[in-house]
């Protein structure tokens, strides 16, 4: 029989020293792997460490905010309708929290270009405040019941939205020096593939979650995962280098951001496009797993199964659209994605059992990793580099305003008609939307190699 070691027992010491020794060479390990990860592929080996460096942490940074968002996408309305809210109080929250959003963009940009601190801006607001707003809505239910729960949790989720988009413009303005223009179609492909991975993972196992421990438990602890989870994106995101911005130059007095917009009549008419699409989009984007848990009868689990339907048919997708992205470039992709989605809709409204959005949701995914890696990539090519701040952010506030819009007006045909006629509606005006950029929105050119600084 061994001996007992005491606490005084030298060989216990020993023991534990070694054990020690042993989980800093495991870490020390697990640090070598992670510094020498290629986030994007073997072409990143060409460029200069410290760009390597960002490309690995932004797509960590992705991966954990995409895990995190994916829940709140999935099951924060079903969260408030949990509380008893009604579809009007859905479609409020909605525009509301579009609403917020565009009012801070604007002074978002001013922070960004003025200050220089761009990832300072991001990490305290939409990384910081922003995300602390999902664990006060995980707490909302233990208040009195006397209180005003569907308020207060709409209120905290305007609250999130306003803070995250007064970070967007910083957001946007960083990730252009992040990513080297040449490779930003593989790049955001092999990082969304990964984030739709993650995306697909967690929304499963979150219903399957949500529907063991009922309602409105099981939301709660959905809302706080994705805090826990948002707050390690904050970290990664913390880790990336800045570097310099382009220089700052304020708009004259007698030249203002809005008629310094003439000069870009390629990025107007973009912006006109966007907003018909988005208000378009909103209709009907708040209320489909409202749909599938009213009308259809599905679980919270149904609900994450179909979202994982979706991300799963979206990892072929950013396959191979970020290839075709490079290649034809980011405006033939959008264009051709762009007149499929308006179809998804539109099939929506014959559906009757849960089921039928499976194949829909499959297509979805598809088409939709396509069209959002495509146009993001289109945008970045719109932008001019000294005003990219401000530009993101009024691009970014025509959306919000749309969206606000849009949900307005879908919570009222959902009330009043019925989710199928607003499902009608947003594919119509979806395809409308789609025809209009096909018409009018050209592909600037690209001058110099923007990318030469970055490489080896």
């Known amino acids: 029989m061994p001996p007992i070691l005491s606490r005084s027992d030298p060989h216990r010491h020993i023991g534990r020293t070694g054990r020690c020794r042993a989980l800093r060479l495991r870490w020390r390990y697990i640090g070598r792997r992670i510094s020498n990860f290629t986030a994007g592929g073997r072409w990143t080996d060409r460029l200069l460490p410290q760009v390597r460096k960002n490309l690995r942490w932004f797509w960590f940074d992705g991966v954990l905010a995409q895990a995190s968002e994916s829940i709140v ?16 109080q859905i ?3 909605n525009s509301l929290s579009s609403l917020s959003g565009a009012l801070l963009l604007l002074p978002g940009a001013a922070l960004a270009g003025r200050s220089g601190r761009r990832k300072l801006i991001v990490v305290l607001s939409g990384g910081g405040i922003g995300r602390l707003m999902l664990l006060l809505l995980a707490l909302t239910p233990l208040l009195p019941t006397h209180a005003p729960l569907v ?3 709409i209120a905290l989720t305007v609250v999130r939205s306003a803070f995250g988009n007064l970070g967007h413009p910083a957001w946007m303005s960083l990730t252009a020096d992040i990513v080297p223009i ?3 179609g593989r790049y955001f492909s092999s990082r969304n593939i990964a984030m739709g991975i993650t995306g697909m993972v967690v929304t499963y196992l979150i219903g399957q979650l949500i529907t063991r421990l009922g309602a409105p438990i099981g939301y709660q602890w959905a809302l706080g995962i994705a805090f826990a989870v948002g707050m390690l994106s904050t970290f990664c995101f913390a880790q990336i280098g800045e570097g310099n911005p382009a220089p700052y130059r304020p708009a004259s007095a007698k030249r203002t951001p809005l008629s310094a917009l003439r000069d870009h009549p390629e990025f107007m008419t973009f912006c006109a496009t966007a907003a018909l699409w988005n208000f378009s989009l909103n209709i009907a984007g708040p209320f489909f797993s409202v749909y599938l848990v009213e009308e259809l009868k599905a679980t919270a689990s149904i609900v994450g199964t179909l979202s994982v339907i979706s991300s799963l048919a979206g990892l072929p997708g950013q396959r191979l659209f970020g290839i075709l992205s490079d290649r034809w470039g980011p405006r033939k992709v959008q264009m051709l994605t762009g007149m499929c989605i308006p179809l998804i809709p539109l099939a929506w409204s014959l559906t009757s059992a849960p089921w039928h959005a499976a194949p829909l949701n ?8 396509g069209y959002n890696l495509a146009s993001f990539n289109f945008l970045l090519t719109l932008i001019p580099e000294e005003r990219r701040p401000h530009y993101s952010a009024l691009y970014q506030i025509v959306v919000m305003l749309a969206l606000t819009g849009g949900a307005a007006f879908g919570g009222f ?3 009043q008609w019925g989710y199928k006629i607003a499902f009608v509606t947003s594919g119509i005006g979806r395809l409308t939307a789609a025809l209009l950029f096909m ?5 600037p ?12």
Do not use: C, H
């Open 439 to 443: 018409r009018f929105v050209r592909q």
């Open 73 to 88: 996408v999935a099951y924060l309305s079903l969260f408030i309708l949990a509380l008893g809210a009604t579809r009007s």
């Open 151 to 153: 308020y207060i949790a």
């Open 91 to 93: 479609g409020l929250m």
């Open 182 to 184: 040449k490779w930003r």
């Open 413 to 415: 045909l959902a009330e």
């Open 445 to 456: 050119a690209v001058s110099g190699d923007v990318q030469s600084p970055d490489v080896i």
């Open 362 to 369: 499959l297509a979805g995914g598809f088409l939709w990793a």
